[in-house]
């Protein structure tokens, strides 16, 4: 159970981010996007520029406070749900903040920083209220464990709207409102494989491979992202599905808010951090 807590309270960092990592060298060559397509153009090179808006204007605010809930199944009718809430800044280049957790109705008090996650709960470990989970060792798991590793320290909210500029995949669907707001929802599909080439240059050549060969192990072929755009130019809402024909897979829908908000976040007293937890659990869930 401890092993699938810590996975859950790594994906949490995964959730604000994206379900995969885009680097942003990628991201600001993405094609057709342009002061020549604002005004028209093919439908394409439209959504392609207004998603290049996206991503400055939601990149350059820093911070935000995020709110979300991925479902993930590795196994067919048996789902885990994580809820994740919280308050994040990404000024740095990686995501740091602080956030409540909550798996299978339990919550746990959370602590993203540039070098690990600090998780507080109700159980303590070793008898100290709080265990880290360095990104270091994270990425000594395996190629799971260096991808954690890599959207923590190098990823944020307008990752999702720069993947689907590198690819060119994107179309407008329409005008929506979003908790009050108007919004333009926009859509694209990506295969697996370009998902994995497309990941940050933190990533070793190796560790793309093997994320590839693991990915169709899995069954995974795909994932559909949907992002919703607000007439400031800032993503107020993303959704992000991986699946198998087997039904597993993962569904995570994050909305976000309150940009530019302060967000001070501290590592725990070192008396009260316990020795690190089980990076395998995270890497391997």
């Known amino acids: 159970m401890r092993s699938t807590r810590i996975a859950a309270v790594a994906a949490g960092v995964a959730l604000m981010t994206g379900l995969t990592a885009c680097g942003s060298e990628k991201a600001d060559g993405g094609g057709g996007g342009g002061d020549e397509a604002k005004g028209g153009g093919s439908a394409v090179q439209g959504a392609l520029a207004a998603l290049k808006r996206a991503s400055t204007a939601t990149e350059e605010k820093n911070s935000a406070k995020a709110s979300g809930v991925q479902k993930q199944s590795a196994v067919p009718g048996k789902t885990l749900r994580v809820k994740t809430e919280g308050a994040f800044d990404w000024s740095s280049g990686g995501i740091q903040g602080e956030a409540q957790v909550t798996v299978a109705g339990r919550q746990s008090e959370v602590r ?78 990506l295969t697996l494989s370009e998902l994995v080439r497309m990941q ?29 755009i607000d007439e400031d130019d800032l993503l107020v809402k993303k959704r992000e599905v991986a699946k198998t024909a087997k039904g597993t897979g993962s569904d995570g829908t994050v909305y ?22 089980p990076g395998a659990g995270a890497a391997r869930s």
């Open 112 to 189: 993203y920083l540039s070098d690990g996650m600090y998780m507080k709960s109700a159980k303590q470990t070793g008898g100290k209220p709080w265990s880290k989970i360095d990104y270091d060792e994270l990425a000594k798991q395996g190629p799971s464990g260096a991808l954690m590793k890599d959207q923590a320290q190098n990823n944020n909210p307008a990752r999702s709207v720069q993947l689907l500029l590198a690819s060119g995949k994107v179309k407008a669907m329409g005008e929506e409102t979003v908790r009050g707001k108007k919004t333009t929802h926009y859509t694209g599909t």
């Open 200 to 228: 940050s240059k933190d990533l070793s050549e190796s560790d793309k491979k093997a994320l590839e060969k693991q990915f169709k192990q899995a069954g995974l072929e795909k994932e559909k992202i949907d992002l919703w």
């Open 256 to 277: 976000y808010s309150d940009y530019g908000t302060e967000v001070d976040v501290q590592a725990p007293p070192a008396s009260q951090v316990s020795s690190q937890g």
